[in-house]
């Protein structure tokens, strides 16, 4: 924990530096740094036990955020599996990208890769001509470069995601986290006025460098959430976000996709007697649930 919490307080430290009136100025970089290599991780995979029936024909594959272990994974996910299984729904956990337990703590690519490829064996196995995704925060990532870069569209009809992380997020969420909150900048702007900063802090840090795909100038952040749209056409895309969300800031800003056709709901308005829920707890939600099946319940492509 010392090791994390002193990198972020040396990006704060390098971004007030470049701090004037609060705005980051940019400044010639020191020199290049390669970047880290991450591996692709270990996967997680369930037995592909379900059949998909008349009313319910494609498989419903859910892929949990970052928040947690393996170990974790199935009293995080239950409110969620026991309600699409129990609507007769083919339901199957998927997590890749796992290091010492942790999921998707790998290269978001690999990640990606490894959903595809058992995309494709939930479809030989159960003669399903497309499945649906219901994803959480990181998984949302690893869903997205699928779907966009990876040809995966052509395989799903539903993308369901909760907390996910987006194009306009900065950053503040991960500082919260070590209880810094309310910097002069914040971390996106320090990365744009300082892009050798990112290779460093990767390297001063295994966790950083996996958070720091989704910078911006990072391979992924360019490939997803760059120019041109992030959805996929044939893909019926919708959004649960919270108010409260202290990771993906600002809360439903860095969550929503702002484009034709997607469905973006916020939690706070949608059931505004519900329980209060933040960035992890949503997934635990029974009103969540619902959600997710109302939207898998709709007419895709």
Not at 18 to 46: C, F, I, K, N, R
Not at 120 to 142: E, Q, R, W
Request: contains cysteine; aromatic residues 6%; charged residues 15%.
């Amino acid at each position: 924990m010392g090791g994390r919490r002193a990198s972020v307080l040396v990006a704060l430290t390098v971004g007030f530096v470049v701090t004037a009136g609060g705005a980051a100025q940019a400044v010639p970089s020191t020199g290049s740094v390669d970047p880290v290599v991450l591996p692709a991780g270990e996967v997680v995979a369930p037995p592909i036990d379900c059949s998909p029936t008349v009313a319910h024909p494609r498989p419903v594959i859910v892929l949990p955020g970052a928040d947690g272990t393996t170990s974790d994974t199935a009293d995080q996910w239950s409110t969620v599996t026991s309600a699409v299984r129990e609507s007769g729904t083919c339901t199957l956990v998927f997590q890749g990208g796992v290091v010492d337990g942790r999921r998707w703590a790998g290269n978001i690519p690999d990640e990606a890769a490894q959903l595809a490829e058992f995309v494709t064996s939930v479809k030989d196995a159960t003669g399903a001509d497309t499945v649906d995704l219901v994803a959480h925060s990181a998984g949302t990532v690893v869903s997205n470069y699928y779907l966009k870069v990876l040809g995966g569209a052509q395989d799903v009809t539903h993308a369901v995601f909760l907390a996910p992380e987006g194009r306009d997020c900065d950053g503040a969420g991960f500082l919260a986290t070590y209880g810094i909150h309310n910097p002069p900048i914040t971390p996106v702007q320090a990365l744009q006025a300082l892009p050798f900063l990112s290779p460093l802090l990767g390297h001063a840090s295994p966790e950083l460098a996996v958070a720091l795909q989704l910078a911006p100038g990072s391979e992924v952040h360019t490939t997803v959430f760059g120019d041109g749209p992030i959805t996929r056409p044939g893909v019926s895309y919708s959004v649960l976000a919270t108010a409260n969300d202290e990771i993906a800031t600002p809360a439903g800003t860095c969550s929503f996709i702002t484009e034709p056709g997607v469905t973006n709901t916020l939690f706070e308005e949608a059931y505004p007697d519900a329980l209060a829920v933040d960035h992890s707890s949503l997934r635990s939600s029974p009103y969540a649930a619902d959600w997710i099946l109302g939207q898998l319940a709709t007419e895709g492509r």
